[in-house]
């Protein structure tokens, strides 16, 4: 059985975006040394992440801002939701930044993650081949539209691999009193990306979050055929993510200092004006938000967690 380390260099070696340090000289305050941030200078950083992260670019075009800051590098290992927690369950992460509050809740009620904070929103949609053989096209209700899909028995990709993503369809199945299954539904186990290029070839309908699907929209011929509420769609497809550190109390080899330092950088003004503007083929893909005027204290624990002094 391998253990902690051994574990670690092997997710690092495979990682699906493995971000290489540019090692800067920046003043910093706060103790912190010309040659990075004090304490973490040359260390690296172990996130698992959902693969929509990974897909559209956007951590290879945040990352090397918080690289050369501290004079660090971050392994970003794209599993999808499930097993991006999973990986940090195991010891093997330091930091999870993914999009199944649900999930997210299970994973810290359960002690393994802690200090969350809400971090971007993007929204889901349904998309599918433009002659709609279910004709679900404009619908506003993303529950009506899962069902004129099962009704119709057209064809239907799902991921089926325990991500964000995939939860949510679950969670809209459910909601739509329709339990799927039938040769027109099909499990691929896959992350979003393979799941759109499988739906496109099967002209099959799928869940996709915004982001993935605009950063694939020019090689499919796949279109948005119920919006999100990003676009006046049904608030149901709201999409949003969220950033935790691994508790050190837990996996002592978590390398906690790095993970509150990341936490501080993408949530401040700088890091979350770049997710704002960042853009493919003219397109905001993710939306900031981890600064608020009225903030949600609510975001730092599981939902509907209160102390036992709130209830006096």
């Not at 369950?89 to 199944?100: E, L, Q, T």
């Not at 799941?195 to 699907?213: E, H, I, V």
């Not at 999409?239 to 501080?264: K, Q």
Request: one cysteine or more.
């Amino acid at each position: 059985m391998p253990n902690t380390m051994q574990r670690r260099k092997f997710l690092q070696g495979v990682g699906l975006a493995a971000i290489a340090s540019t090692a800067g000289c920046t003043q910093l305050t706060g103790g912190q040394t010309e040659s990075g941030g004090a304490g973490v200078s040359g260390e690296t950083l172990t996130l698992t992440t959902t693969t929509s992260t990974y897909d559209t670019g956007l951590l290879d075009e945040i990352h090397p801002q918080f690289e050369e800051m501290y004079d660090v590098t971050v392994d970003a290992v794209a599993q999808g939701t499930g097993a991006a927690l999973e990986t940090a369950r195991n010891g093997d992460s330091d930091i999870v930044m993914v999009h199944a509050r649900g999930l997210e809740d299970e994973f810290m009620r359960n002690g393994y993650g802690i200090n969350r904070r809400d971090l971007m929103f993007n929204d889901f949609v349904i998309v599918g081949p433009e002659d709609d053989p279910a004709g679900i096209e404009g619908m506003g209700s993303a529950t009506e539209a899962l069902q004129a899909i099962a009704e119709a028995e057209a064809a239907f990709v799902s991921r089926g691999d325990n991500s964000g993503t995939h939860t949510k369809e679950l969670n809209l199945w459910e909601a739509a009193g329709v339990e799927p299954g039938g040769d027109w539904y099909q499990e691929i186990g896959a992350g979003m990306g393979e799941a759109l290029n499988n739906a496109n070839q099967q002209g099959a309908y799928t869940l996709s979050d915004r982001g993935t699907f605009i950063s694939q929209r020019s090689e499919i011929d796949l279109v948005i055929l119920v919006q999100g509420p990003i676009e006046g769609g049904p608030e149901l497809l709201s999409n949003p993510y969220g950033i935790l550190a691994v508790n050190p109390a837990v996996h002592e080899d978590a390398n906690y200092d790095l993970a509150m330092a990341y936490i501080g950088w993408i949530t401040s003004p700088g890091a979350q004006d770049a997710i704002a503007n960042y853009e493919m083929n003219g397109e905001q893909l993710f939306y900031p938000r981890a600064l608020s005027e009225d903030p949600d204290f609510q975001q730092y624990v599981p939902e509907g967690w209160s102390s036992d002094s709130d209830s006096e």
